[in-house]
């Protein structure tokens, strides 16, 4: 469970993919589990956002958004073949992973990659430029500051 959605977060996909997992088997495990009759749309909109805000607090960095109520309704009617029957988790992992691929990602992580990748070598250009304008050609100068605040970004699992 949730192997699939590990590839929409940032950082390593192993340790993601663990920490998602456990996160939608146990909101499955308390909203949708154990019931046998077909769950009323509040149901299941409020297990989707409970889902998604559980793992938005695990992965700290991106933020991923809560999706409309039409989306989810076709996630759900395209994904949920057993009518009458209670949703099996592999069915909710799918139309989670459908559901926040269409609704996408903000918040702070995504300001924090481009404010890193692009003004900080700009800023350390700006930098150089009124210190040592000659000392390191700005071809060198750019990339391994570039490359170096992936590398910070990397290192803090935000990439």
Same mark, same amino acid.
């Given at each position: 469970?949730?192997?699939?959605?590990?590839?929409?977060?940032?950082?390593?996909?192993?340790?993601? *993919?663990?920490?998602? *997992?456990?996160?939608?088997?146990?909101?499955?495990? %308390?909203?949708?589990?154990?019931?046998?009759?077909?769950?009323?749309?509040?149901?299941?909109?409020?297990? +989707?956002?409970?889902? !998604?805000?559980?793992?938005?607090?695990?992965?700290?960095?991106?933020?991923?958004?809560?999706?409309? %109520?039409?989306?989810?309704?076709?996630?759900?009617?395209?994904?949920?073949? *057993?009518? *009458?029957?209670?949703?099996?988790?592999?069915?909710?992992?799918? =139309?989670?992973?459908?559901?926040?691929?269409?609704?996408?990602?903000?918040?702070?992580?995504?300001?924090? =990659?481009?404010?890193? /990748?692009?003004?900080?070598?700009?800023?350390?250009?700006? /930098?150089?430029?009124?210190?040592?304008?000659?000392? !390191?050609?700005?071809?060198?100068? /750019?990339?391994?500051? %570039?490359?170096?605040?992936?590398? +910070?970004?990397?290192?803090?699992?935000?990439?």
């Amino acid at each position: 469970m949730g192997q699939s959605l590990k590839k929409l977060a940032p950082g390593s996909e192993e340790k993601i *993919g663990k920490e998602i *997992g456990p996160i939608i088997e146990n909101c499955y495990d %308390t909203y949708l589990s154990g019931s046998d009759k077909d769950l009323s749309s509040d149901d299941f909109y409020r297990a +989707v956002c409970v889902t !998604i805000g559980e793992i938005n607090k695990k992965l700290s960095s991106s933020q991923f958004r809560v999706p409309g %109520t039409e989306t989810l309704k076709e996630a759900y009617n395209k994904h949920h073949q *057993g009518k *009458g029957k209670s949703l099996t988790k592999d069915e909710f992992q799918k =139309i989670l992973q459908e559901v926040i691929l269409e609704s996408g990602f903000s918040g702070i992580g995504a300001i924090d =990659i481009g404010f890193y /990748i692009f003004g900080v070598p700009l800023t350390a250009l700006f /930098i150089k430029q009124g210190v040592m304008p000659r000392a !390191i050609p700005n071809e060198i100068f /750019i990339p391994v500051v %570039t490359s170096a605040a992936v590398f +910070v970004l990397a290192m803090l699992n935000k990439i």
